[in-house]
């Protein structure tokens, strides 16, 4: 149930940030705001999922063997706000 409601918030703080996407440090860092004290590795198995299903699309940007600054970002896809808005469910999120 808890991951059913990380993900909801995932797909929600994401609706917010639309179309740009956010790093994943500042989505871990609004979900612990929301009180779900969650491990990197359990945000990164849900953020996993929602990409698996096609809601949000991770973006990495820099080359560590070119010296240059490593990120990663997630947006929400046109499907991800279909889930957002309502207008399509899925059992393993809870929006």
Do not use: C
């Amino acid at each position: 149930m808890a991951n059913k409601n990380i993900r909801g918030w995932i797909v929600r703080i994401l609706q917010r940030a639309y179309p740009a996407g956010l790093e994943e440090k500042s989505l871990h860092k609004q979900l612990v705001n929301l009180d779900y004290a969650i491990t990197r590795r359990e945000l990164n198995a849900n953020l996993a999922y929602l990409a698996e299903d096609g809601f949000i699309e991770k973006r990495d940007f820099g080359d560590e063997f070119k010296d240059e600054l490593l990120n990663t970002t997630y947006k929400l896809t046109t499907k991800g706000m279909d889930l957002a808005e309502g207008n399509t469910t899925d059992a393993g999120v809870e929006v």
